[in-house]
Nanobody
Framework: QVRLVESGGGSVQAGESLRLSCAVS????????MGWLRQAPGKEREAVASIGRDGAATYADFVKGRFTISRDNAKKILHLQMDSLQPEDTAMYYC?????????????????????????GGQGTQVTVSS
């Protein structure tokens, strides 16, 4: 049983920063891939970024150069540092991990796998950016 608890969201002005965190509670923590999804009202879910256990990260084009994903395997925490936030970043952000058997290709750089196969279940954390 996995439990994901997101935190760190808030309301900011355009250009400001936020740091999201996700605490992962799982017996025998052995998560290979972790990542962040977001969903704005009336829109489809988007994969934002993913990271492997070795720290290798992949970003969606719309956040490259602005967001940084990181993880602390010892503390079982995932972070998303969001800089230069824009109104279009407004969404609910969710933490996602790979399924017990891993993603189909056993890789962490296929962002679509976060949406199609990722395990979530947290409440998410709201990010609101005003202009």
């Amino acid at each position: 049983q996995v439990r994901l608890v997101e935190s760190g969201g808030g309301s900011v002005q355009a250009g400001e920063s936020l740091r999201l965190s996700c605490a992962v509670s799982e017996v025998g923590f052995n998560v290979m891939c972790m990542g962040w999804l977001r969903q704005a009202p009336g829109k489809e879910r988007e994969a934002v970024a993913s990271i492997g256990r070795d720290g290798a990260a992949t970003y969606a084009d719309f956040v490259k150069g602005r967001f940084t994903i990181s993880r602390d395997n010892a503390k079982k925490i995932l972070h998303l540092q969001m800089d230069s936030l824009q109104p279009e970043d407004t969404a609910m952000y969710y933490c996602v991990i790979d399924p017990p058997a891993g993603f189909p290709l056993n890789r962490c750089d296929v962002l679509g796998d976060l949406i199609n196969y990722g395990r979530s279940g947290g409440q998410g954390t709201q990010v609101t950016v005003s202009s």
